[in-house]
């Protein structure tokens, strides 16, 4: 049971102390940071997408999509990249790119309320 309770207590103080985004200990909890904060900038911007779905007619909502799959490509070959075998991802890149993809989004929102969907801007 004491190594149950220690396990437990060293796991809550690891978490906090990772979740100290504004004095990070080293390079792995600023990650961890830095991902939380593409996390919700991901989870964002797919509302805004969904939500722009609504307004949109079946050809609309393809050229959406193919905008959106082609935005994908930009920020992958942006903000990724591929060396000796390993995997690399600017998290800032990748989460200023969302962001923008997102007020893109949302003007597109706006405009739908406002005057109509104009189709041209997708």
């Given at each position: 049971?004491?190594?149950?309770?220690?396990?437990?207590?060293?796991?809550?103080?690891?978490?906090?102390?990772?979740?100290?985004?504004?004095?990070?200990?080293?390079?792995?909890?600023?990650?961890?940071?830095?991902?939380?904060?593409?996390?919700?900038?991901?989870?964002?911007?797919?509302?805004?997408y969904?939500?722009?779905?609504?307004?949109?007619?079946?050809?609309?909502?393809?050229?959406?999509?193919?905008?959106?799959?082609?935005?994908?490509?930009?920020?992958?070959?942006?903000?990724?990249?591929?060396?000796d075998?390993?995997?690399?991802?600017?998290?800032?890149?990748?989460?200023?790119?969302?962001?923008?993809?997102?007020?893109?989004?949302?003007?597109?929102?706006?405009?739908?309320?406002?005057?109509?969907?104009?189709?041209?801007?997708?």
């Amino acid at each position: 049971m004491k190594k149950l309770v220690f396990l437990f207590a060293v796991t809550i103080s690891t978490t906090v102390l990772a979740d100290d985004c504004d004095n990070p200990r080293d390079d792995f909890d600023g990650l961890y940071c830095l991902n939380k904060v593409y996390q919700e900038a991901d989870r964002e911007l797919n509302a805004r997408y969904q939500e722009l779905r609504g307004f949109l007619n079946s050809s609309e909502k393809s050229a959406l999509k193919r905008t959106q799959l082609a935005w994908i490509d930009t920020r992958n070959s942006q903000c990724s990249f591929r060396r000796d075998g390993s995997f690399f991802v600017s998290l800032n890149c990748t989460t200023e790119m969302t962001v923008d993809r997102t007020n893109a989004l949302e003007d597109r929102i706006r405009e739908c309320r406002a005057t109509g969907c104009q189709p041209s801007k997708l």
